[in-house]
């Protein structure tokens, strides 16, 4: 720490090319959704432009930390920021839990007469409140469209639990690393961060196999309210899943750099809390969408 | 059964925040409390997914049977 005066940050530019990154690749996904021929190199290039601002902003960031610029109000702020964004995170994946359990419990009966609500058939005729609901009932009888009547189990010891027990393995392996880099054993923490990142990385691989399995049998996004919530909750899941690897492997890394000591390992902390919340989110899911 | 599982989940999830609270706080006291919350939710967690497996090869929970693929 090389003073305790008011931390204030120097001009950057960083913060522009941000908002330029975030907007082209947005204006580029809603035009892709509308297939708009431009809409795919436009949305490429803001994800481009927006890599680049994050490797160079957090690069700054490390730089000026490894260099002693910050002191333990400028620390303070960081936990602050970790805190709201894990927040933020926590918030995220409870709507996706809450609408999958909302339409489960709640919606889907109402729509088959339960609780004084209206009696559905009236409505759409030939439609069944059964869970899962893979047809949405306002597109039945247009363009061929039938509710779902055919199903096949899907085998929860199967690909669901296999994944389950790589991601809790990888929780395992994080806590020997966490636990090695407070014991200053530097070649054991990078053995067991370099374990972590490979079990996140099979477990993407399996969860890309499952979804083309899902895709093939006629799983998809469109599937009903079913389909949507299965997809978004396991989607953005997958999606916080290769975050994590990012940031375990830019930690790995840092450890590699020598940047931690017993002492100041902050970024360390931040990206092990993170890992062990999508691991929770996963056994959530595995449990709320199999099990209970 | 489902209540029990559910039970052990909240409560895995009260260690995750109480890592939060000991990142937040940070200092040797903090570090120490975030390692040993996230190392208990961890064990939790793995306890968690084997008594899944126990139980339902005893027959004491089952599968929700919820989890359906469209057969074309």
């Known amino acids: 720490m090389s003073n305790e005066k008011y931390y204030v940050p120097h001009g950057t530019y960083w913060p522009i090319i941000g908002s330029i990154g975030i907007s082209t690749l947005f204006i580029g996904f809603a035009n892709q959704m509308h297939d708009v021929s ?3 190199p436009v949305m ?3 994800f481009a432009i927006t890599a680049f601002m994050m490797f160079g902003w957090l690069g700054t960031v ?4 490894v260099s002693g610029m910050y002191n333990s109000q400028v620390d303070r702020s960081f936990r602050w920021g970790m805190s709201w964004f894990i927040f933020s995170e926590v918030m995220f994946f409870a709507a996706f839990f809450g609408a999958l359990l909302y339409a489960r419990v709640l919606s889907v009966p109402w729509l088959g007469g339960e609780y004084n609500n209206i009696y559905t058939p009236q409505l759409w ?6 869970w899962p609901l893979l047809t949405t009932p306002g597109d039945v009888g247009q363009n061929g469209v039938a509710f779902s009547t055919n199903f096949k189990l899907v085998n929860t010891w199967g690909l669901p639990a296999l994944n389950t027990g790589l991601l809790l393995t990888s929780g395992v392996t994080l806590t020997y690393a966490h636990h090695a880099l407070r014991a200053g054993h530097r070649d054991a923490l990078m053995a067991w961060m370099l374990a972590t990142i490979a079990l996140g990385v099979v477990f993407l691989g399996f969860q890309i196999t499952e979804y083309g399995h899902a895709y093939h049998d006629g799983l998809k996004l469109t599937s009903g309210i079913y389909g949507s919530t299965f997809y978004l909750l ?3 899941h997958g999606f916080h899943v290769t975050i994590g690897v990012i940031m375990l492997t830019v930690i790995l890394y840092r450890i590699q750099k020598g940047h931690f000591n017993l002492e100041n390992h902050f970024a360390f902390e931040g990206v092990a809390w993170y890992w062990h919340f999508v691991d929770v989110v996963w056994l959530g899911l595995f449990i709320f969408v199999y099990w209970i | 059964m489902s209540l029990f599982v559910i039970a052990i989940l909240v409560i895995i999830f009260f260690f995750l925040g109480s890592a939060v609270i000991g990142l937040l706080k940070g200092g040797k006291a903090g570090s120490d409390k975030m390692f040993k919350a996230l190392r208990v939710r961890i ?3 793995v306890f968690l997914f084997i008594f899944l497996l126990v139980a339902s090869q005893f027959g004491w929970i089952e599968p929700n049977n919820f989890n359906l693929l469209p057969t074309q």
């Open chain 2, 43 to 45: 064990i939790l967690s």
């Open chain 1, 62 to 65: 490390v730089t000026e930390s």
């Open chain 1, 125 to 130: 005729e030939g439609f069944k409140a059964s």
């Open chain 1, 44 to 46: 490429v290039l803001g």
């Open chain 1, 38 to 40: 431009w809409g795919w």
């Open chain 1, 234 to 236: 396991t989607g953005f």
